[in-house]
T-cell receptor
Framework: KQEVTQIPAALSVPEGENLVLNCSFT??????LQWFRQDPGKGLTSLLL?????REQTSGRLNASLDKSSGRSTLYIAASQPGDSATYLC?????????????FGKGTHLIIQP | NAGVTQTPKFRILKIGQSMTLQCTQD?????MYWYRQDPGMGLKLIYY???????DKGEVPNGYNVSRSTTEDFPLRLELAAPSQTSVYFC???????????FGSGTQLSVL
């Protein structure tokens, strides 16, 4: 059974800092891995998707890396802004073509202080 | 483009009542999922479907049922509601070939 751990569980920093959020997973036979953002009372929004054959993906100030063999992924947020405040969740997909869904970590609750 | 639409947004049930959570998507996605999210516990997969007429159990299926008669709709049925089913329920979908998972805005359910 896939287990996903995210560290830290919570983080509060002043704006402008560069941040690293960590995700580890126990089953390295993944199809892909996604990072999501969740705002309070809202659904999840996919930020980045990394296929198992890729090492990293970038979108604006966000960069996600994947080390499949060691079961680790990191989300790097550059020049953080108060609008980045949210919970960030990591979710690898296992199974045949991702049919049986993703396994989610509990998330990192991020607060960016103005 | 509406994406994934869930109704209702909020609901309070009494113990033993039944209800159906509705989910529809307009992206022609074959894969659809139901998750529940409890505080501090992350998201747990309840049921999923890889296409019309095909459903399968996830990690926490007990107390729930699903059907998938069309590509667009994937309703979740709660029979004999229990306090343990108090949670936020999310429906999600994605294309057959994998890719980003799209979520609905959720249904907050309380069973009292």
């Amino acid at each position: 059974k896939q287990e996903v751990t995210q560290i830290p569980a919570a983080l509060s920093v002043p704006e402008g800092e560069n941040l690293v959020l960590n995700c580890s997973f126990t089953d390295s036979a993944i199809y892909n891995l996604q990072w999501f953002r969740q705002d309070p009372g809202k659904g999840l929004t996919s930020l980045l998707l990394i296929q198992s054959s890729q090492r990293e993906q970038t979108s604006g100030r966000l960069n996600a890396s994947l080390d499949k063999s060691s079961g680790r992924s990191t989300l790097y947020i550059a020049a953080s802004q108060p609008g980045d405040s949210a919970t960030y969740l990591c979710a690898p997909t296992t199974g045949r073509g991702g049919a049986d869904g993703l396994t989610f970590g509990k998330g990192t609750h991020l607060i960016i202080q103005p | 483009n509406a994406g994934v639409t869930q109704t209702p947004k909020f609901r309070i049930l009494k113990i033993g009542q039944s209800m159906t959570l509705q989910c529809t998507q307009d992206m022609n996605h074959n894969y659809m999922y139901w998750y529940r999210q409890d505080p501090g516990m992350g998201l747990k997969l309840i049921y999923y479907s890889v296409g019309a007429g095909i459903t399968d159990k996830g990690e926490v299926p007990n107390g729930y049922n699903v059907s998938r008669s069309t590509t667009e709709d994937f309703p979740l049925r709660l029979e004999l509601a229990a306090p343990s089913q108090t949670s936020v329920y999310f429906c999600a979908s994605r294309s057959t070939t994998g890719g980003k998972l799209f979520f609905g805005s959720g249904t907050q359910l309380s069973v009292l």
